[in-house]
Every structure is written in structure tokens, then in C-alpha cells.
């Protein structure tokens, strides 16, 4: 099913490989057995400041900082999170990126 998703996603045409990309390591965190699931909307904020600790590297290193952005954004637009989330998140994006600047 995980792979069926995978291929699905990266059929669309009107969205960059980056966005692609981005929802593929969002997918694959959220969907990791019993450990980050979010079984209401209440732990979103959670969820993403989590994956934004654990996958900073990831996303510097694959230039996925727009992409992420835009993800949140999204989920502030649905109402899932707040501007503060965002700031947070970003941050540890930022701090990461200063820190590992090439």
C-alpha cells in the first residue's frame, strides 16, 4: 500500500519533484508504526515540529526548505496548526542550516 501511495504521488504533474519529495518523507513519518500517527487533528502541531527535529538534515540537504514551508502553510490554511508552529518548526530548519552552511 505504502509503495502503491509512492507512485501515485509522484504521478501528479502539476506539483515540483521537490513538493513530491517532501510529502514522501511526511508520508513515510507519519505512517511509522505506532510511534508517529496522529489520530486527531490536535497533534498535528506535535507531529510536524517532530519531523522538522528529526528530518532538518534531510530537508536542508535535498533544498526541500520551500517545499516544507509550503506544507505548513497548507496546514495552517486547514486549520491544523498556528503561525507559532510554523516559526518553531522553521526554526530547527534554520538552525541546522547555519550551523551546516557549505
Not at 23 to 34: S, T
Request: with cysteine; hydrophobic share 45%.
Amino acid at each position: 500500500l505504502l509503495n502503491w501511495e509512492k507512485n501515485l504521488l509522484f504521478d501528479f504533474e502539476d506539483i515540483s519533484y521537490g513538493e513530491k519529495l517532501m510529502m514522501k518523507y511526511w508520508n513515510e513519518f507519519i505512517r511509522k508504526q505506532n510511534e508517529n500517527r496522529i489520530y486527531a487533528s490536535f497533534m498535528v502541531p506535535v507531529k510536524l515540529i517532530k519531523f522538522a527535529q528529526t528530518h532538518h538534515k534531510i530537508i536542508v540537504d535535498n533544498h526541500l526548505k520551500l517545499p516544507f514551508l509550503f506544507h505548513c502553510i497548507t496546514l495552517w490554511e486547514f486549520g491544523f496548526i498556528q503561525p507559532k508552529c510554523i516559526q518553531e518548526a522553521m526554526f530547527f530548519i534554520h538552525q541546522y542550516e547555519k550551523t551546516h552552511d557549505s
